[in-house]
């Protein structure tokens, strides 16, 4: 009876019923947050963990049927090898072999052209949270004095229990669509220490309705916006037929519209996390009580940010701070900073599928970010620069900047959601391969610039005899 129900649903929101199904699975979160607040928040542990790890498949069930054995499977190997491999290498590099090849098989057989909600697009989030339980996992057994700061607030000290597993893996506020949280953290909120109001439900509902509003509001903007600015219409003879200025100016508008698909998501999730306790952080430097633990975007950040790496920081924070932390600084023994950001950004490409407008994306990411990084350094070190960019003409220089800035988000991110090469190519063709250009004579001109704009320093010239 559920399925015709949800078709008529879908026809009648104009939506695809696997996106309608998911939106109302983010939004069940917020009544599953306060069935817990009311009758389980008190309860002992192993009821709590029952009550997350069920209603989280009641989720998986709803928008994926029986394929929901693929999570369970994987998360039952996983409690297996870390019991039977312990705190060693062995276990962290099984674990990442396992995890990775079985999401990677699972695109593989089910990946198609087009953008598709099925048990992998939760799956990769799932894949993060039980490579990192093992990475804590073996880091608990290590000195603290060899441990990171980052690392110290994440390791665990005791074996977690299969059924603690179960409801880290499947709890309401992250299964879906993130974010990503620690089982440290996880275990704070089932102890009741994840509140304002120690061993009290926390005072988290004003706080969750406003990232609850705005996520409405960013879904409104996408839900109106996309039927205009869609991922389709780079590949009509109507967009190959316009002027180059117009299809610069369709991609700047188009990838900010498109954006706020995956930040409309991540807000109301987070609204969950909040309302649940999951979202506490603490206290900021003024005393106040902060909600932004389960954060997954930084929104005024998103909006003003005229700079690249801006965006970065600002969108999808806790999947880039968890591979920060269990990708990019484990791979300090390299001994290069740009080599350990490559394999980095070559991790990121896999984990999100086999479709090379990924491995283009996130190569594009790499060059755009050291270009720029190399321009901010030109204009601080410039006098002359950074007077201009200080002066009463910087309003006119934002403005530049947000349209270079935003034109350069979306050169990126058309591979990365037309999948194909043959899409990408066709785009990138009709745009004569602009960006690639852009860039590389960004490379080949600023070391000249830099030479013109800033001077030398003395004890740099050679001093005649």
């Not at 508008?253 to 969950?272: A, D, H, P, R």
Request: one cysteine or more; charged letters at 15%.
């Amino acid at each position: 009876m559920a399925a015709p129900f949800m078709e008529k649903l879908a026809e009648y929101l104009g939506s695809p019923e696997p996106a309608v199904r998911l939106i109302l699975s983010v939004l069940l979160g917020y009544p599953f947050a306060l069935v817990y607040r009311w009758f389980f928040f008190h309860q002992s542990a192993t009821v709590v963990h029952l009550f997350h790890t069920f209603s989280g498949l009641a989720l998986a069930t709803f928008n994926f049927g029986s394929q929901v054995y693929h999570s369970f499977l994987c998360i039952v190997i996983q409690f297996l090898l870390l019991r039977l491999m312990g705190r060693t290498v062995t276990c962290v590099l099984s674990s990442f072999i396992f995890q990775m090849i079985y999401l990677l098989m699972g695109y593989y057989y089910t990946a198609t052209e087009e953008y598709d909600i099925k048990w992998t697009m939760p799956h990769c989030v799932l894949t993060l949270k039980l490579i990192g339980l093992a990475l804590d996992y073996y880091d608990g057994g290590k000195e603290q004095s060899q441990l990171s700061a980052d690392q110290k607030k994440s390791a665990l000290n005791s074996t977690p229990s299969l059924l603690e597993v179960f409801g880290f893996s499947y709890f309401y506020g992250g299964f879906l669509v993130g974010p990503q949280f620690t089982l440290q953290n996880y275990q704070h909120l089932v102890s009741r220490e994840m509140s304002d109001v120690p061993g009290q439900p926390p005072n988290s509902v004003v706080p969750a309705m406003k990232r609850f509003g705005l996520g409405l509001i960013t879904l409104s903007v996408f839900a109106i916006g996309g039927r205009h600015y869609s991922d389709s219409y780079f590949l009509t003879d109507e967009f190959e037929a316009h002027p180059f200025w117009y299809k610069c100016v369709y991609m700047l508008v188009w990838v900010k519209i498109n954006l706020y698909k995956y930040i409309s998501c991540w807000l109301i999730t987070e609204g969950v996390c909040i309302l649940s306790g999951l979202g506490y952080n603490g206290k900021n430097e003024k005393g106040e009580h902060q909600w932004d633990a389960c954060a997954n975007v930084r929104l005024w950040l998103f909006e003003t940010t005229p700079l690249f790496t801006g965006t970065i920081n600002s969108f999808n924070i806790n999947t880039n701070a968890w591979v920060a932390r269990q990708v990019f600084k484990r791979l300090r023994f390299l001994g290069n900073k740009l080599l350990s950001q490559m394999f980095t950004l070559l991790f990121l490409a896999v984990w999100h599928g086999l479709h090379s407008g990924y491995l283009i994306c996130f190569s594009l990411e790499f060059i755009i970010v050291n270009v720029e990084r190399q321009a901010e350094t030109l204009v601080r070190d410039s006098p002359l620069l950074t007077s201009i960019a200080q002066s009463h003409l910087y309003p006119f220089v934002y403005v530049v900047q947000q349209l270079i800035h935003w034109l350069f988000m979306g050169y990126p991110l058309v591979p990365f959601c037309l999948f194909t090469y043959d899409k990408w190519l066709k785009v990138y063709s009709s745009i004569y391969f602009s960006g690639h250009i852009f860039f590389f004579i960004a490379f080949l001109v600023l070391p000249y610039l830099r030479k013109v704009f800033v001077p030398r320093k003395r004890g740099s010239e050679k001093k005649e005899d």
